[in-house]
């Protein structure tokens, strides 16, 4: 059903690709209910995460999320279309990128990505996330 034979584009590094293909169709049919309702509470855990670190150190956020994809703008109003979202302060981004990562969490490189968990996501790793959030939303603060 993929492009160039069928009728669905897929762009991305291994789209379409037999083996990575392959790969997700054997995943998909291990998610269990069980497995969602753990990739979904994790998303949500995060981002509540991440958020209240935000609000403590008064970095002016918006947490939006669809299903269990989350992301953050930095600015005071929702995010609904692209002019809003290259209206957000992304020096805030950058600093709060680097010091997650200098904090061992890897997030999406770009303030315009959805962040992703996965079913193999611990309480361990939501712990060192929080400790790496509130690190990072301090070093935010100081670009808002």
């Known amino acids: 059903m993929l492009?160039?034979?069928g009728?669905?584009?897929q762009a991305g590094t291994l789209s379409g690709n037999p083996t990575a293909t392959t790969a997700g169709l054997v995943t998909l049919k291990h998610c269990t209910p069980e497995v969602y309702e753990h990739v979904d509470s994790t998303a949500a855990s995060v981002m509540a995460i991440v958020s209240a670190a935000f609000d403590q150190h008064?970095?002016?956020h918006q947490a939006q999320s669809a299903g269990n994809l989350f992301s953050f703008f930095f600015t005071e109003r929702p995010v609904g279309t692209y002019d809003e979202a290259k209206g957000q302060n992304t020096a805030v981004f950058a600093a709060f990128f680097h010091a997650m990562l200098?904090?061992?969490v890897w997030l999406p490189p770009s303030t315009y990505e959805a962040w992703f968990v996965s079913a193999a996501?611990?309480?361990d790793d939501?712990?060192?996330i929080e400790r790496a959030a509130d690190i990072a939303a301090k070093q935010a603060?100081?670009?808002r």
Do not use: F, Q, S
């Open 126 to 128: 939501l712990e060192i």
């Open 102 to 104: 200098d904090n061992g």
């Open 121 to 123: 996501h611990t309480d």
């Open 3 to 5: 492009a160039p034979a």
């Open 58 to 60: 008064g970095v002016v």
């Open 141 to 143: 603060a100081m670009h």
């Open 7 to 9: 009728p669905v584009y």
